[in-house]
């Protein structure tokens, strides 16, 4: 069975993310997500790059004129998820998506949830 070939946006999210270090896209749900250090804080999906954005890091996007990630459902229903499409700006170069790359895994970094199994341990 043959692989279909990698949307250019995704070859080129890599190349933004370049500075960043080791990035890992995936397939998934007929977009691909991005990972670093197995932090999940980028996707695209319908030809759109997207960030992972809360409420203490969605007003610059706001400002810069994104747009929220939102799907439907079959039966109609609308879900919104907390990414963000990147500003225009940003894909130019390497150097203009870098903040918004940090700001997006600093997100990544406070919404991580504990591995299953991991052991909580209590302060000294």
Known sequence: MATRPRPEIVDHAL???????AIRVRPMFGGHGFYCDDLFFALVAWDTLYLKADAASQAPYEAAGSQIFRYSQPDGRAFTMGYWSAPDEALDSPQAMLPWARRAI????????????????AAP
Request: hydrophobic share 30%; charged share 40%; proline share 9%.
């Open 106 to 121: 600093d997100c990544a970094l406070r919404n991580r949830k504990p591995k299953r199994g991991a052991r909580r341990t």
């Open 15 to 21: 190349e933004l993310f370049a500075p960043l270090g």
